[in-house]
């Protein structure tokens, strides 16, 4: 469906090859006083709890992401192998992803289209498949995890009645919005069971400390943080929102509104995930069982090292795990349809983009869980591989993001500046180094033989390849502005 007028972007109303917009016109959120005479556009209205609860939702739904079950077995074996010493580089990462996720948000709602849909005008087809193929896969990886994450917490509920096959029928059936406090509060019930020491904790988050014991859970903590496909979400979401983008003021409203509530619901998930991680450094840091806590058998450890209690800790851990796959298949659902319908210009009806797309998930995990049921370290291995495939997608989410909201010609007034501009590209590229470090280390130790390292070789020559293509484009692009835009102002007597 085109875009009405005031949903096109600010000075680029002209430019825009108009697609499929993430929502109809009928399905938005009406801010209280869009439809106010407004003289002067370019003011921002004054601050109202009111908007900012219309404004509430995406930047919480995104949020989910950063709790799914990758996530989660992220924290434990933190928390297990390096104890507190890592808990300041989680807020750190959050603070990364917060940066990210707020440049998501900045360009739909300055433009009215997300990420997929302006790469798929950005760059050439070729391209954009390999991006769609890479944010494709980044996906199903995403969605195995949540998917499975909810079978082992319904395993773990039904004392092992129910098989991994069954749970991955049971949530493909049953994906409803499981609310973040069911997570909030059995991680939390679990923090105060465990009682972790508080001084330790604080110390843990104000100051850094890395070792050669730890890069490896270092690198985990930094790569899950950010999850290719909910960069194409965040910048859908936004649009749900009734915006005015004739004027300045009512963007920058929306920009500042949606950045309360990104902090917020990110400052909430960081809790959430020190919880988790400071249980399993208390529980089992310096222990036997450090080295072996996996998604599978921590709730089985938690049980063993703090008993029964009022109510089990095994349970507290497994009602926790299904909230988080459970929610986070929502998001994997939503950010599925966004990425096919943005990247294919697909005009099928929402209903059955998300058939496609959760087939897509179900499928190859139904096989999984068929595979390795009773099969733990399997399912850990399995895990890490499912981790390495995010890790490899980042760039491919990453780049396109800066190159659009660096573009005056896509975002006009509401570009990044040069400062924000220096520290997301340095953002970027360490996040990306970081997440090369943990391939580099990954495959050393798992790619065997000739054939397979042959093969290894050569697709990463390709993605090295495509990596230096799409920054090439955007440096192309930024000295090609350097050399024009003074010409076209002298012309024009400017």
Known sequence: MPLREHDQPLLTDSDQDLGETAYDSDEKVHIVGIDEVDEDGSVTPPFSWKKLWLFTGPGFLMSIAFLDPGNLEGDLQAGAIAGYSLLWLLLWATAIGLLVQLLAARLGVATGRHLAELCRDEYPKWARMVLWVMAELALIGADIQEVIGSAIALKILTNGFLPLWAGVIITALDCFAVLIAIMAVSFAWMFGETKPNGTELLLGVLIPKLSSRTIRQAVGVVGCIIMPHNVFLHSALVQSREIDRNKKGRVQEALNYYGIESTVALMISFIINLFVTTVFAKGFYGTEQADSIGL???????????????????????????????????????????????????????????????????????????????????????????????????????????????????????????????????????????????????????????????????????????????????????????????????????
């Open 296 to 494: 599978v058998n921590a709730g089985q450890y938690l049980q063993e090292k703090y008993g029964g209690g009022l109510f089990p800790i095994l349970y507290i851990w497994g009602i926790g795990l299904l909230a988080a796959g459970q929610s986070s298949t929502i998001t994997g659902t939503y950010a599925g349809q966004f990425i096919m319908g943005g990247f294919l210009d697909l005009r099928l009806k929402k209903w059955l983009r998300a058939l496609i797309t959760r087939s897509c998930a179900i499928i190859p995990t139904m096989i999984v869980a068929l595979a390795f049921d009773t099969s733990e370290d399997t399912l850990d291995v399995l895990n890490e591989w499912l981790n390495v495939l995010q890790s490899v997608q980042i760039p491919f989410a990453l780049i396109p993001l800066l190159c659009l909201v660096s573009k005056e010609q896509i975002m006009g007034t509401f570009r990044i500046g040069p400062v924000l501009k220096m520290i997301s590209w340095i953002v970027a590229a360490l996040v990306i180094v970081i997440n090369g470090y943990l391939l580099f280390d990954f495959f050393s130790i798992e790619v065997k033989g000739v054939l397979f390292s042959g093969v290894v070789c050569a697709f990463t020559a390709a993605y090295v390849a495509f990596i230096v293509y799409l920054v090439s484009r955007v440096i192309t692009f930024s000295s090609w502005s350097r050399l024009v835009q003074p010409k076209i102002l002298t012309e024009t007597g400017n």
